[in-house]
């Protein structure tokens, strides 16, 4: 997302155009919304749809206010293997601050739209206070937000993210026969707990496995 003009968002269509969608994180900040969970995200829906210019348009995003939280010209979001293997582990929280320091910013779990805006917000406000508007943040059971100045800035750290996760795995198994046994315990944990057949394969493979028939639709694939 180019946030380059505030409190206005683009969405790219099949034409690579781009369709301008107007104040919508201005109208999110200042109105009030119900304590009700269900009612509170069709209201903050319909604010954003009544700010599209197109009345054809769809209506944008539930993240884009919580994009515009993050000051910075770019934004790319999204929710990579190797990072929610650590956002949706037990260890979340220690994982992050130890492989990446206080630069980066931690969110638990939090319901998403309207409620993980007003949080996000409330968190990068703080976090400015005291030091730099963060590049970098990670969300507890959900993936990463990387912010930067140009688009090489977010390639670049992209890939130092991944590679400090591949490193930390590297360490952890340096033999990848102990990543297999690992993966039959807990092939044979999850068999026993569902009671139904549960296959492991590589991501190679997995969708040639997929169409075998002697899979049905009994069996649950688990694959790594």
């Known amino acids: 997302m180019d946030k380059s003009q505030r409190h206005f968002f683009g969405r790219i269509n099949r034409r690579w155009t781009c369709t301008v969608v107007a104040a919508v994180s201005q109208k999110i900040y200042t109105n009030t919304y119900s304590r009700d969970a269900d009612t509170r995200e069709e209201e903050v829906k319909r604010d954003m749809l009544s700010c599209i210019i197109s009345p054809h348009e769809k209506r944008p995003s539930v993240e884009t206010s919580l994009h515009d939280c993050i000051n910075f010209p770019f934004v790319v979001h999204t929710h990579p293997t190797l990072v929610n293997a650590v956002m949706c582990s037990m260890l979340a929280e220690d994982t992050v601050h130890r492989l990446f320091g206080n630069s980066v910013l931690y969110v638990e779990y939090t319901d998403p739209g309207y409620i993980l805006f007003k949080k996000l917000r409330a968190y990068t406000t703080i976090y400015r206070r005291f030091s730099h508007a963060p590049e970098i943040i990670f969300l507890q059971n959900h993936g990463v937000f ?39 315990q807990i092939c044979n944990a999850i068999a026993s707990e569902t009671g139904k057949a549960v296959i492991s394969a590589t991501v190679s493979s997995f969708s040639i496995l997929l169409q075998t028939p002697k899979i049905s639709k009994d069996h649950t694939p688990f694959y790594a």
């Open 146 to 184: 990387v912010a930067g100045r140009t688009i090489d800035n977010i390639k670049n750290t992209y890939e130092s993210i991944e590679q400090k996760i591949k490193n930390e795995l590297h360490q952890m198994y340096p033999d990848p026969s102990h990543t297999a046994s690992t993966l039959e």
